[in-house]
Nanobody, 125 residues
Framework: QVQLQESGGGSVQAGGSLRLSCSASGYTFNMGWIRQTPGKEREGVAILDSDGSATYAESVKGRFTISQDNAKNTLYLQMHSLKPEDTGTYYC??????????????????????WGQGTQVTVSS
């Protein structure tokens, strides 16, 4: 059994920073951060594959960093230089299905066996 709990969201001005955390119980793998905005499908933002490699959406490269602390069983998303278009609900997911390179394009469905309830990120201009 896997349970995920996100935290760290909030409202910030453009150019600000946030760090999202995902506390996990149970064994997790193929984890990532998925973003949803009203009227749009969920899209992969940053994915940490089982081999330790990280895949990022083109729009966040150089600004976001995904990492995992195995001792704390926690996944992180460090976000810098936030833009209004980063606004959305960020979900932690585990056991993501499919090719990470495709999941971050926003052109395919993002499916996973385990989801957190999401944390809201709002970036004001």
């Amino acid at each position: 059994q896997v349970q995920l709990q996100e935290s760290g969201g909030g409202s910030v001005q453009a150019g600000g920073s946030l760090r999202l955390s995902c506390s996990a119980s149970g064994y997790t793998f193929n984890m990532g951060w998925i973003r949803q905005t009203p009227g749009k499908e969920r899209e992969g933002v940053a994915i940490l594959d089982s081999d330790g490699s990280a895949t990022y959406a083109e729009s966040v490269k150089g600004r976001f960093t995904i990492s995992q602390d195995n001792a704390k069983n926690t996944l992180y998303l460090q976000m810098h230089s936030l833009k209004p278009e980063d606004t959305g609900t960020y979900y932690c997911a585990a056991d993501l299905a499919g090719d990470p390179a495709l999941l971050v394009t926003g052109t395919v469905e993002v499916a996973a066996n385990y989801w957190g309830q999401g944390t809201q990120v709002t970036v004001s201009s």
